[in-house]
């Protein structure tokens, strides 16, 4: 059953030419995340939020930080580096590319994990409970 729920999603494939790169460094992140990444991963990991979610998941020519496919739900963790003018341009047009492919992206700073895990956890479960009452409309 499951499988034939997912056959007809769409998803997003890398430009063959930056695949390779792109699953190396999916990998990387995944041996190495960082703190803020690896504690948001303790708290939504086996479906602790009533899904499932999977962690650095090339889209496109991005890798997300966590996916949830049933939702097409991508959460952010995002380091100070974020904070630039030009990496907020950056991210905007990332976050544009990913939304016109059909998914949403929710972005916390590592403050906002790291300092109120409940906060972060709330906000992904009610826009997880909204899209699925979305889909059963």
Known sequence: MGREKNCNRRYVRANPDVYSLLKDNAHKNRVCPTDAESFLWEHIRRKALGVKFIR??????????????????IVEVDGEYHNSAEQQVEDNIRTDYLNKHGY??????????LGDIEFVKEKIALLINKILNKTEE
């Open 56 to 73: 650095q998941v090339a889209i496109g020519d991005y890798i997300a930080d966590f996916l949830n496919h049933e939702t097409r739900l």
């Open 104 to 113: 949403y992206v929710l972005r916390f700073t590592n403050n906002e994990v």
